[in-house]
């Protein structure tokens, strides 16, 4: 695979990962908030109340896993059973592997588009707490997937690359 595409497609996966730690730490922060709120604050007799910041941490936790997996599936690190794969031949064992993250990429591909029409049909409803159009949760899904099958289709052609080089 083209050496330039590959880089630019780990520069956007390391913009993903720095969204990825900024979104667990604005977690963490909220939650945060959220106990002091609700459990500190009366025992001081202040009682008081933020019912968003459960919602957005909720909301930031969809977009954490669907970005993580997309990470992952540039790494190769999604669950696998690779028993197969590591019985079979050299030759046997590298077509079975593409034929996999083949498969692998065209479902993230159906979820994408799947995940863009559920997105554009949940664009009307609004979250109860932090009242946003829910178009901004549902696409964390489309997103998520679509750069999972980009990122499994590029770990897919560096590795018969890699597997090809090796061997010759």
């Not at 933020?50 to 190769?76: D, Q």
């Amino acid at each position: 695979m083209n050496t330039f595409l590959t880089s630019l497609i780990d520069r956007l996966n390391f913009i993903v990962r720095i969204l990825i730690g900024l979104g667990l730490l604005c977690m963490v922060v909220l939650i945060s908030l959220q106990v002091a709120v609700r459990f500190i604050l009366p025992k001081l007799g202040m009682p008081a109340g933020l019912p968003w910041t459960e919602e957005a941490a909720r909301y930031l936790m969809v977009w954490v896993i669907f970005l993580g997996g997309a990470i992952a599936a540039r790494h190769g690190l999604l669950i696998a059973v690779t028993a197969l794969i590591e019985a079979l031949p050299a030759v046997p064992s590298r077509l079975l592997r593409r034929a996999a993250l083949t498969l692998l990429a065209g479902i993230f591909i159906a979820m994408a588009w799947y995940g863009w029409q559920w997105t554009l049909f949940g664009a009307d409803e609004i979250s109860p707490a932090l009242t946003l159009s829910k178009f901004w949760l549902y696409l964390a899904m489309p997103v998520g997937c679509a750069l999972a099958a980009v990122n499994t289709l590029v770990l897919m052609f560096q590795n018969g690359e890699t597997q090809e080089a090796l061997t010759a």
